[in-house]
Protein backbone atom coordinates (compact mmCIF):
# COMPACT_ATOMS: atom_id res chain seq x y z
CA UNK A 1 0.00 0.00 0.00
CA UNK A 2 1.50 3.29 -1.19
CA UNK A 3 2.33 5.63 1.53
CA UNK A 4 -1.09 8.41 2.04
CA UNK A 5 1.67 10.85 1.22
CA UNK A 6 1.89 9.82 -1.90
CA UNK A 7 0.69 12.19 -5.04
CA UNK A 8 -2.10 9.90 -7.43
CA UNK A 9 -0.09 9.14 -10.63
CA UNK A 10 -1.54 11.56 -13.29
CA UNK A 11 -3.06 10.26 -16.24
CA UNK A 12 -1.39 10.16 -19.17
CA UNK A 13 -3.59 12.26 -22.36
CA UNK A 14 -4.82 9.86 -25.14
CA UNK A 15 -2.52 9.50 -28.14
CA UNK A 16 -3.84 11.68 -30.92
CA UNK A 17 -4.85 8.85 -33.87
CA UNK A 18 -3.75 11.59 -36.29
CA UNK A 19 -0.64 10.79 -36.02
CA UNK A 20 1.60 13.32 -37.42
CA UNK A 21 -1.22 15.64 -38.31
CA UNK A 22 -1.88 15.95 -34.09
CA UNK A 23 -0.75 19.65 -34.07
CA UNK A 24 -1.54 20.56 -37.22
CA UNK A 25 -3.67 23.62 -37.80
CA UNK A 26 -5.31 23.75 -34.84
CA UNK A 27 -7.97 26.57 -36.28
CA UNK A 28 -9.39 24.33 -38.56
CA UNK A 29 -12.57 23.97 -36.78
CA UNK A 30 -13.11 27.48 -36.71
CA UNK A 31 -16.04 28.86 -38.91
CA UNK A 32 -15.43 29.75 -42.64
CA UNK A 33 -12.42 27.43 -42.61
CA UNK A 34 -12.74 25.28 -45.69
CA UNK A 35 -10.76 22.00 -46.12
CA UNK A 36 -9.41 20.26 -49.36
CA UNK A 37 -7.93 16.94 -50.41
CA UNK A 38 -5.27 16.34 -53.23
CA UNK A 39 -3.98 12.54 -54.04
CA UNK A 40 -0.82 12.67 -54.39
CA UNK A 41 2.15 9.28 -54.74
CA UNK A 42 -0.51 7.53 -57.13
CA UNK A 43 0.08 3.88 -57.50
CA UNK A 44 -1.16 1.37 -59.98
CA UNK A 45 -5.14 0.29 -59.43
CA UNK A 46 -3.42 -2.79 -58.41
CA UNK A 47 -2.84 -1.80 -54.91
CA UNK A 48 -6.53 -1.21 -54.55
CA UNK A 49 -7.17 -5.02 -55.07
CA UNK A 50 -4.34 -5.67 -52.30
CA UNK A 51 -5.98 -3.49 -49.86
CA UNK A 52 -2.95 -0.91 -50.22
CA UNK A 53 -5.15 2.01 -51.15
CA UNK A 54 -8.35 3.84 -52.62
CA UNK A 55 -9.50 4.07 -55.82
CA UNK A 56 -9.28 7.43 -57.85
CA UNK A 57 -12.13 8.31 -59.72
CA UNK A 58 -12.83 4.78 -60.96
CA UNK A 59 -9.86 5.10 -63.15
CA UNK A 60 -6.50 3.37 -63.34
CA UNK A 61 -4.77 4.69 -60.41
CA UNK A 62 -4.82 4.52 -56.91
CA UNK A 63 -3.75 6.36 -53.85
CA UNK A 64 -3.18 6.23 -49.54
CA UNK A 65 -1.46 9.55 -48.87
CA UNK A 66 -2.96 12.79 -50.01
CA UNK A 67 -2.26 16.70 -49.38
CA UNK A 68 -4.32 18.44 -46.72
CA UNK A 69 -5.01 22.00 -48.06
CA UNK A 70 -6.57 24.05 -44.78
CA UNK A 71 -7.38 28.14 -45.22
CA UNK A 72 -9.53 30.46 -43.99
CA UNK A 73 -11.30 33.67 -45.36
CA UNK A 74 -8.44 35.62 -45.08
CA UNK A 75 -5.13 34.91 -45.56
CA UNK A 76 -4.12 31.77 -43.49
CA UNK A 77 -3.09 28.51 -45.75
CA UNK A 78 -1.86 25.52 -44.31
CA UNK A 79 -0.74 22.68 -45.92
CA UNK A 80 0.19 18.30 -44.91
CA UNK A 81 1.08 15.30 -46.45
CA UNK A 82 -0.11 12.43 -44.41
CA UNK A 83 -1.94 8.85 -45.13
CA UNK A 84 -5.26 8.99 -45.54
CA UNK A 85 -6.24 7.53 -41.98
CA UNK A 86 -4.30 9.91 -40.46
CA UNK A 87 -6.16 13.13 -42.61
CA UNK A 88 -9.78 11.37 -41.67
CA UNK A 89 -8.62 11.37 -37.96
CA UNK A 90 -7.24 14.69 -37.95
CA UNK A 91 -10.51 15.67 -39.27
CA UNK A 92 -12.56 14.21 -36.21
CA UNK A 93 -10.25 15.77 -33.77
CA UNK A 94 -10.97 19.47 -35.08
CA UNK A 95 -15.07 19.32 -35.98
CA UNK A 96 -17.70 17.63 -36.79
CA UNK A 97 -18.07 20.01 -39.84
CA UNK A 98 -14.73 19.01 -41.20
CA UNK A 99 -14.56 15.65 -40.82
CA UNK A 100 -18.22 15.56 -42.49
CA UNK A 101 -16.65 17.87 -45.57
CA UNK A 102 -13.18 14.94 -45.49
CA UNK A 103 -15.30 12.67 -45.58
CA UNK A 104 -17.55 13.95 -48.84
CA UNK A 105 -14.52 15.00 -50.63
CA UNK A 106 -13.11 11.18 -50.26
CA UNK A 107 -16.51 9.76 -51.23
CA UNK A 108 -16.40 12.30 -54.92
CA UNK A 109 -12.70 11.06 -54.91
CA UNK A 110 -12.80 7.16 -54.86
CA UNK A 111 -16.25 6.81 -56.54
CA UNK A 112 -15.90 5.19 -60.23
CA UNK A 113 -17.30 7.65 -62.68
CA UNK A 114 -20.40 6.83 -64.78
CA UNK A 115 -20.15 7.06 -68.70
CA UNK A 116 -20.29 10.98 -70.19
CA UNK A 117 -22.60 11.92 -72.93
CA UNK A 118 -23.18 7.80 -73.40
CA UNK A 119 -19.15 7.45 -73.17
CA UNK A 120 -17.23 5.11 -70.97
CA UNK A 121 -14.71 6.56 -69.53
CA UNK A 122 -12.65 3.36 -69.03
CA UNK A 123 -10.39 5.37 -71.24
CA UNK A 124 -9.36 8.66 -71.39
CA UNK A 125 -11.22 10.36 -74.27
CA UNK A 126 -9.97 12.70 -77.40
CA UNK A 127 -11.88 15.47 -77.71
CA UNK A 128 -10.82 17.26 -81.12
CA UNK A 129 -11.96 20.84 -81.79
CA UNK A 130 -12.78 21.92 -84.72
CA UNK A 131 -13.10 25.70 -84.98
CA UNK A 132 -15.39 27.14 -87.59
CA UNK A 133 -14.46 30.54 -87.15
CA UNK A 134 -11.86 33.12 -88.95
CA UNK A 135 -9.90 34.34 -85.82
CA UNK A 136 -9.38 31.34 -83.12
CA UNK A 137 -6.00 31.76 -81.74
CA UNK A 138 -4.22 28.76 -83.21
CA UNK A 139 -6.22 27.89 -86.63
CA UNK A 140 -8.56 30.71 -87.67
CA UNK A 141 -10.27 30.61 -91.10
CA UNK A 142 -8.30 27.21 -91.30
CA UNK A 143 -11.71 25.53 -91.23
CA UNK A 144 -14.57 28.67 -91.43
CA UNK A 145 -15.98 27.04 -94.63
CA UNK A 146 -18.44 24.25 -93.35
CA UNK A 147 -17.16 21.91 -95.95
CA UNK A 148 -13.69 22.66 -94.63
CA UNK A 149 -14.61 21.92 -90.93
CA UNK A 150 -16.21 18.66 -91.89
CA UNK A 151 -13.22 17.18 -93.70
CA UNK A 152 -11.35 18.12 -90.66
CA UNK A 153 -13.71 16.46 -88.53
CA UNK A 154 -13.91 13.49 -90.64
CA UNK A 155 -10.00 13.39 -90.78
CA UNK A 156 -9.89 13.66 -86.60
CA UNK A 157 -12.44 10.50 -86.34
CA UNK A 158 -10.05 8.63 -88.15
CA UNK A 159 -7.11 9.21 -86.04
CA UNK A 160 -9.10 8.91 -83.18
CA UNK A 161 -10.80 11.19 -81.80
CA UNK A 162 -13.49 10.22 -79.69
CA UNK A 163 -15.52 13.22 -79.47
CA UNK A 164 -15.95 16.69 -81.75
CA UNK A 165 -15.85 19.84 -80.24
CA UNK A 166 -17.13 22.37 -82.24
CA UNK A 167 -17.24 25.82 -81.87
CA UNK A 168 -18.41 29.37 -83.93
CA UNK A 169 -17.06 31.54 -81.51
CA UNK A 170 -13.29 32.31 -81.10
CA UNK A 171 -12.33 33.26 -77.02
CA UNK A 172 -8.79 33.59 -77.53
CA UNK A 173 -7.57 36.42 -75.51
CA UNK A 174 -8.42 39.72 -77.07
CA UNK A 175 -11.64 38.65 -78.95
CA UNK A 176 -14.38 40.14 -80.10
CA UNK A 177 -17.90 38.32 -79.20
CA UNK A 178 -19.91 36.98 -82.38
CA UNK A 179 -24.01 37.25 -82.39
CA UNK A 180 -25.40 34.26 -81.62
CA UNK A 181 -27.06 33.78 -84.70
CA UNK A 182 -24.30 34.53 -86.55
CA UNK A 183 -22.75 31.36 -84.43
CA UNK A 184 -25.55 29.14 -85.30
CA UNK A 185 -24.90 29.95 -88.82
CA UNK A 186 -21.45 28.51 -88.78
CA UNK A 187 -21.86 25.85 -86.10
CA UNK A 188 -25.35 24.13 -86.96
CA UNK A 189 -24.66 22.30 -90.51
CA UNK A 190 -21.03 20.61 -88.69
CA UNK A 191 -23.00 19.71 -86.05
CA UNK A 192 -26.24 18.64 -88.49
CA UNK A 193 -23.58 16.27 -90.68
CA UNK A 194 -21.71 14.18 -88.30
CA UNK A 195 -25.03 13.79 -85.64
CA UNK A 196 -26.55 12.09 -88.23
CA UNK A 197 -23.69 9.84 -88.31
CA UNK A 198 -24.00 9.27 -84.85
CA UNK A 199 -20.69 10.92 -83.45
CA UNK A 200 -20.35 12.66 -80.28
CA UNK A 201 -20.70 16.27 -81.04
CA UNK A 202 -20.26 18.65 -78.49
CA UNK A 203 -21.19 22.45 -78.98
CA UNK A 204 -18.46 24.92 -77.80
CA UNK A 205 -20.69 27.92 -76.87
CA UNK A 206 -21.24 30.23 -73.71
CA UNK A 207 -24.73 31.31 -75.10
CA UNK A 208 -27.66 29.65 -74.09
CA UNK A 209 -29.42 30.37 -77.73
CA UNK A 210 -26.93 28.46 -79.80
CA UNK A 211 -26.89 25.42 -76.73
CA UNK A 212 -30.69 24.87 -77.88
CA UNK A 213 -30.56 25.12 -81.16
CA UNK A 214 -26.78 22.65 -81.25
CA UNK A 215 -29.16 20.32 -79.15
CA UNK A 216 -31.63 20.29 -81.10
CA UNK A 217 -29.18 19.17 -84.23
CA UNK A 218 -28.21 16.65 -82.48
CA UNK A 219 -25.07 17.85 -79.99
CA UNK A 220 -24.55 15.87 -77.28
CA UNK A 221 -22.54 18.13 -75.08
CA UNK A 222 -22.50 21.42 -74.47
CA UNK A 223 -18.84 22.74 -73.66
CA UNK A 224 -19.20 26.57 -72.16
CA UNK A 225 -16.03 28.41 -71.38
CA UNK A 226 -18.35 30.76 -69.47
CA UNK A 227 -19.40 28.20 -66.69
CA UNK A 228 -23.02 28.59 -67.57
CA UNK A 229 -23.12 32.39 -67.26
CA UNK A 230 -25.69 33.27 -69.59
CA UNK A 231 -28.87 33.18 -67.23
CA UNK A 232 -30.67 30.99 -69.79
CA UNK A 233 -28.03 28.55 -70.01
CA UNK A 234 -28.40 26.07 -67.35
CA UNK A 235 -32.37 25.98 -67.62
CA UNK A 236 -31.57 25.14 -71.31
CA UNK A 237 -28.85 22.18 -70.31
CA UNK A 238 -31.70 20.90 -67.22
CA UNK A 239 -34.30 21.34 -69.94
CA UNK A 240 -32.58 19.23 -72.80
CA UNK A 241 -30.85 16.82 -70.82
CA UNK A 242 -27.85 17.86 -72.18
CA UNK A 243 -24.33 16.74 -70.38
CA UNK A 244 -22.22 20.05 -70.05
CA UNK A 245 -18.35 20.66 -69.58
CA UNK A 246 -18.35 23.67 -66.89
CA UNK A 247 -15.12 25.59 -67.43
CA UNK A 248 -13.74 28.35 -65.36
CA UNK A 249 -12.75 31.83 -66.47
CA UNK A 250 -11.65 34.56 -65.05
CA UNK A 251 -12.74 37.92 -66.08
CA UNK A 252 -14.13 37.82 -70.42
CA UNK A 253 -12.01 36.74 -73.44
CA UNK A 254 -11.78 40.42 -74.35
CA UNK A 255 -9.87 41.42 -71.11
CA UNK A 256 -9.13 37.93 -68.88
CA UNK A 257 -5.42 38.00 -69.54
CA UNK A 258 -5.02 41.91 -68.40
CA UNK A 259 -4.51 41.26 -64.92
CA UNK A 260 -5.24 37.81 -63.65
CA UNK A 261 -5.65 37.62 -59.79
CA UNK A 262 -6.08 34.95 -57.07
CA UNK A 263 -5.58 34.43 -53.45
CA UNK A 264 -4.51 30.23 -54.34
CA UNK A 265 -5.25 29.86 -58.14
CA UNK A 266 -5.89 25.88 -57.62
CA UNK A 267 -8.06 26.26 -54.73
CA UNK A 268 -10.15 29.27 -56.13
CA UNK A 269 -11.16 27.79 -59.08
CA UNK A 270 -11.72 24.60 -57.24
CA UNK A 271 -14.48 26.70 -55.00
CA UNK A 272 -16.15 28.55 -58.03
CA UNK A 273 -15.93 24.99 -59.94
CA UNK A 274 -17.68 23.59 -56.50
CA UNK A 275 -20.42 26.24 -56.50
CA UNK A 276 -21.54 25.64 -60.24
CA UNK A 277 -21.71 21.77 -59.67
CA UNK A 278 -23.56 22.58 -57.03
CA UNK A 279 -25.77 25.36 -59.12
CA UNK A 280 -26.43 22.77 -61.35
CA UNK A 281 -27.29 19.95 -59.08
CA UNK A 282 -30.04 22.05 -57.41
CA UNK A 283 -30.91 22.38 -61.22
CA UNK A 284 -31.58 18.94 -61.64
CA UNK A 285 -28.19 18.21 -63.31
CA UNK A 286 -26.24 15.99 -61.65
CA UNK A 287 -22.79 14.96 -61.51
CA UNK A 288 -22.92 12.26 -63.85
CA UNK A 289 -24.13 14.43 -66.75
CA UNK A 290 -21.49 17.32 -65.87
CA UNK A 291 -17.22 17.87 -66.78
CA UNK A 292 -15.66 20.11 -64.53
CA UNK A 293 -12.79 22.19 -66.77
CA UNK A 294 -10.11 24.44 -64.77
CA UNK A 295 -10.01 26.77 -67.77
CA UNK A 296 -6.06 26.53 -68.47
CA UNK A 297 -4.65 30.32 -70.33
CA UNK A 298 -8.54 31.64 -69.44
CA UNK A 299 -7.58 34.49 -67.11
CA UNK A 300 -4.91 32.84 -65.89
CA UNK A 301 -0.77 33.76 -66.12
CA UNK A 302 1.86 31.13 -66.36
CA UNK A 303 2.39 30.30 -62.90
CA UNK A 304 -1.30 30.01 -62.43
CA UNK A 305 -1.72 27.38 -64.95
CA UNK A 306 0.92 25.60 -63.58
CA UNK A 307 -0.44 25.50 -60.26
CA UNK A 308 -3.36 24.54 -61.45
CA UNK A 309 -1.98 21.53 -63.66
CA UNK A 310 0.33 20.53 -60.48
CA UNK A 311 -2.94 20.22 -58.66
CA UNK A 312 -5.13 18.59 -61.76
CA UNK A 313 -6.11 15.75 -58.77
CA UNK A 314 -7.03 18.34 -56.80
CA UNK A 315 -10.76 18.11 -59.07
CA UNK A 316 -11.84 14.80 -58.78
CA UNK A 317 -12.79 16.03 -55.27
CA UNK A 318 -15.81 17.31 -57.18
CA UNK A 319 -17.63 14.39 -58.04
CA UNK A 320 -17.36 14.64 -62.13
CA UNK A 321 -15.01 13.57 -65.07
CA UNK A 322 -12.56 15.96 -65.53
CA UNK A 323 -11.53 17.68 -68.69
CA UNK A 324 -8.11 19.49 -69.52
CA UNK A 325 -7.74 21.90 -72.75
CA UNK A 326 -4.22 23.29 -72.96
CA UNK A 327 -3.34 22.21 -76.68
CA UNK A 328 -1.37 25.23 -78.18
CA UNK A 329 -1.86 27.47 -75.26
CA UNK A 330 0.23 30.52 -75.06
CA UNK A 331 1.40 28.94 -71.61
CA UNK A 332 3.28 26.78 -73.05
CA UNK A 333 5.62 28.79 -75.77
CA UNK A 334 6.50 31.46 -73.46
CA UNK A 335 8.17 28.38 -70.96
CA UNK A 336 10.01 27.37 -74.31
CA UNK A 337 11.29 29.30 -76.84
CA UNK A 338 8.41 31.79 -77.77
CA UNK A 339 7.14 29.01 -80.13
CA UNK A 340 4.28 30.01 -82.42
CA UNK A 341 1.01 27.69 -81.66
CA UNK A 342 1.24 25.18 -84.60
CA UNK A 343 4.86 24.58 -83.13
CA UNK A 344 3.71 24.17 -79.42
CA UNK A 345 2.35 20.09 -80.11
CA UNK A 346 5.93 18.65 -77.97
CA UNK A 347 4.58 20.84 -75.03
CA UNK A 348 0.94 19.76 -75.28
CA UNK A 349 1.32 16.12 -75.42
CA UNK A 350 3.82 16.50 -72.41
CA UNK A 351 1.45 18.40 -70.37
CA UNK A 352 -1.99 16.74 -71.22
CA UNK A 353 0.18 13.35 -70.60
CA UNK A 354 0.86 14.63 -66.60
CA UNK A 355 -2.78 15.38 -66.12
CA UNK A 356 -3.63 12.10 -67.32
CA UNK A 357 -1.12 10.95 -64.77
CA UNK A 358 -3.54 12.63 -62.14
CA UNK A 359 -6.32 10.56 -63.89
CA UNK A 360 -8.34 13.40 -66.46
CA UNK A 361 -10.42 11.54 -67.98
CA UNK A 362 -10.77 13.42 -71.19
CA UNK A 363 -8.04 15.95 -73.56
CA UNK A 364 -9.12 18.21 -75.48
CA UNK A 365 -6.80 19.40 -78.40
CA UNK A 366 -6.08 20.14 -82.07
CA UNK A 367 -3.63 17.40 -82.77
CA UNK A 368 -5.57 14.52 -82.65
CA UNK A 369 -3.55 11.54 -84.25
CA UNK A 370 -0.53 12.81 -81.96
CA UNK A 371 -2.33 12.63 -78.61
CA UNK A 372 -3.81 9.32 -79.94
CA UNK A 373 -0.67 7.54 -80.16
CA UNK A 374 0.48 9.43 -77.04
CA UNK A 375 -2.42 7.89 -75.55
CA UNK A 376 -1.77 4.39 -76.74
CA UNK A 377 1.56 4.20 -75.23
CA UNK A 378 0.02 5.79 -72.07
CA UNK A 379 -2.53 2.73 -71.88
CA UNK A 380 0.26 0.18 -72.25
CA UNK A 381 2.13 1.82 -69.23
CA UNK A 382 -0.77 1.61 -66.99
CA UNK A 383 -2.98 -0.93 -67.15
CA UNK A 384 -6.45 -1.29 -65.64
Known amino acids: MPPLSAKPTAKAA??????????????????????????VGLMPIAAWAKGAAVPL???????????????????????????????MAWGWERSRAVAEALDRQLGALTRARAPFAGLSLARPLIMGIVNVTPDSFSDGGDFLDPAAAIAHGEAMLAAGADIL??????????????????????????????????????????????????????????????????????????????????????????????????RDAALD?????????????????????????????????????????????????????????????????RLSRGEPPKERLAGSLAAGLETLNQGAQILRVHDVAETAQARALWEGLHPR
Request: hydrophobic share 45%; charged share 20%; with cysteine.
Open 14 to 39: PKSAAGSLAGFCPWAGEDGVRVYLRP
Open 57 to 87: AGGRFAFSTAELIVRDAGTRIDRAFAPLSEI
Open 165 to 262: DVGGESTRPGAAPVPPEEEERRVLPVIRHFAEKGVAVSVDTRHARVMEAAAAAGARIVNDIAGLSDPDALPVVARTGTPVVVMHMQGEPGTMQANPTY
Open 269 to 333: VFDWLEERVAGCAAAGVPAERIAVDPGIGFGKTVEHNLEILRHTALYHALGCAVLIGLSRKGFIG
